[in-house]
T-cell receptor, first 110, second 111 residues
Framework: DAKTTQPNSMESNEEEPVHLPCNHS???????IHWYRQLPSQGPEYVIHGLTSNVNNRMASLAIAEDRKSSTLILHRATLRDAAVYYC???????????FGTGTRLTIIP | DAEITQSPRHKITETGRQVTLACHQT?????MFWYRQDLGHGLRLIHYSYGVQDTNKGEVSDGYSVSRSNTEDLPLTLESAASSQTSVYFC??????????FGPGTRLTVL
């Protein structure tokens, strides 16, 4: 299975943009890039996913490198409620194993 | 609003007992999943189902079973609970757009 690499932790100031990186150098052509986040004592929550093109939704943006070996989750204006562990996950068609690694623990500084 | 619920939220049991964790979703999703989350391992897939009467093993299925008699429910059974099954268990369902919706989790302690 293709693996992802994320920093263990990041800090950001409230109301500023946050860029969360993810490396996936062994990604295959059919792997989608998914991002989930997990707030303390809650189940994971879907954030965004994409294949090749950059994606935007009400929560965040996903910027995918042209060679697809890395991607960046962008939170445009961080709030205290965005403090969570963010997981970058690859999922290929027909592969049910959403492999959650250790993720990036994001701390928001008021 | 549609939702996914799990019960109980907390459970303490003894080694060797049978335990069933409930999962119920009201989105009418065909695809449902069970994960466990342990420190140092992230979430790991236990079992999954694509629809009624369909069940499949995930990466850590030993000691667990599931059944799917209707679209809304996917109960997870531990046939003979072991201390190694102490964990937080999450149920999820997936929509046609490939988004998984997770329940609030069940914290299980096996003494």
């Amino acid at each position: 299975d293709a693996k992802t690499t994320q920093p263990n932790s990041m800090e950001s100031n409230e109301e500023e943009p946050v860029h969360l990186p993810c490396n996936h150098s062994t990604i295959s052509g059919t792997d989608y890039i998914h991002w989930y986040r997990q707030l303390p004592s809650q189940g994971p929550e879907y954030v965004i996913h994409g294949l090749t093109s950059n994606v935007n939704n009400r929560m965040a943006s996903l910027a995918i490198a042209e060679d697809r070996k890395s991607s960046t989750l962008i939170l445009h204006r961080a709030t205290l409620r965005d403090a969570a562990v963010y997981y970058c996950i690859l999922r290929g068609v027909g592969n049910e194993k959403l492999t959650f690694g250790t993720g990036t623990r994001l701390t928001i500084i008021p | 609003d549609a939702e996914i619920t799990q019960s109980p939220r907390h459970k303490i049991t003894e080694t060797g007992r049978q335990v069933t964790l409930a999962c119920h979703q009201t989105w009418n999703h065909n695809n449902m999943f069970w994960y466990r989350q342990d420190l140092g391992h992230g979430l790991r897939l236990i079992h999954y189902s694509y629809g009624v009467q369909d069940t499949n093993k995930g990466e850590v299925s030993d000691g667990y079973s599931v059944s799917r008699s209707n679209t809304e429910d996917l109960p997870l059974t531990l046939e003979s609970a072991a201390s190694s099954q102490t964990s937080v268990y999450f149920c999820a369902s997936r929509d046609e757009g490939d988004t998984q919706y997770f329940g609030p989790g069940t914290r299980l302690t096996v003494l």
